[in-house]
């Protein structure tokens, strides 16, 4: 019970963590976007030096969002009871899928296609590329591949700090 409570907290953490600053500023996530979006975009004179800096930026911090997540699901994991590493991984990476899923279904797939604020000035005439889910299904896959990876990253932690305090 304890893990689905998680999940759903976990969730509603991730949508504000997401919907706010894309609220405020669509193209601050435009890494996110579907490739047709990101390719008008940088056709577009307003974007023509921003894109560049945003792709650097976006790689950093997806790679040190990917430790930083990992240590703090190791924590939540072991502190909801998942002592092993094998315990701690299947918790890290079932709280990682539930959020995933829920990314995939409510925010992008139920949200985002279909909220026009979401829409970068310059691509709003782009309806069919902003419904369309390949994009999204395609990311849902990548971030099973990345919860297996942060869950991993979890279990690693776990018997580092098993290896370092007894």
């Known amino acids: ?7 759903i907290i976990f969730s509603i953490l991730f949508s504000f963590m997401i919907f706010i600053p894309l ?6 996530q435009i890494m996110s976007y579907p490739v047709e979006i990101r390719k008008r975009v940088e056709s577009l004179p307003q974007y023509k030096d921003c894109i560049k800096a945003k792709e ?12 930083v997540f990992a240590l703090i699901l190791c924590v939540v994991a072991y502190l909801s009871g998942a002592k092993t590493v094998t315990e701690v991984f299947k918790h890290v990476f079932i709280l990682f899928f539930f959020v995933n899923i829920y990314d995939l279904f409510i925010m992008d797939l139920l949200i985002f296609r279909n909220v026009k604020k979401f829409r970068i000035p310059g691509t709003e005439d782009m309806d069919k590329e902003y419904k369309n889910p390949r994009h999204h299904i395609i990311g849902a896959f990548i971030g099973t591949i990345l919860g297996i990876i942060v ?10 700090f098993k290896i370092i305090f007894g």
Request: with cysteine; proline share 3%.
């Open 1 to 7: 019970m304890i893990l689905f409570i998680e999940c």
């Open 23 to 28: 609220y405020k500023n669509p193209l601050g």
């Open 56 to 67: 650097k930026k976006h790689l950093s911090i997806k790679i040190l969002s990917i430790f």
């Open 151 to 160: 869950a991993a990253l979890s279990a690693g932690y776990l018997q580092l």
